[in-house]
């Protein structure tokens, strides 16, 4: 192995984002809803998770800033997708029946998802590999 490879396999900011473009361009294969990217998909499902959720809740459960919740929940507003009730400063986001059919379709997609990176890595080491990534991005987030 030359040094070029040795110094690209031990970055773990080349390498993950490297296995990043290629994960998402398996999922968005396996996603089939329209111009719904995947990232709102998985704010519908922890929308179905946990009803009148508040935007704050949100964005703590997907890591993500509340400028980019605000613009999610308001296309998933248009869609139709999403209600938004406001209770003093306090927003709650709930599924509509539609936004419930699409979360189903999403589970469905999941598995298919898994499925497919499954056959190429294996059941056991994509579980693994799941968990391992997620532990680290918890231990990253707590000290940033």
Known sequence: MNEEEQVLIHCLYFTASRFARNITKLAEKTFDF???????????????????????????????????????????????????????KQTFISLTEEGEKVYHQFRVSLKELFNSYSEVLGREFSKDLSKMLHESSNKLEKEQ
């Open 34 to 88: 329209g111009d719904l990217a995947p990232s709102y998909l998985y704010m519908i499902m922890i929308v179905n998770f946990h009803p009148e959720i508040t935007q704050k809740e949100l964005c703590h459960k997907l890591s993500i800033a509340p400028s980019t919740s605000t613009r999610f929940i308001e296309k998933l507003e248009k869609l139709k997708l999403v209600t938004k009730k406001m209770d003093g």
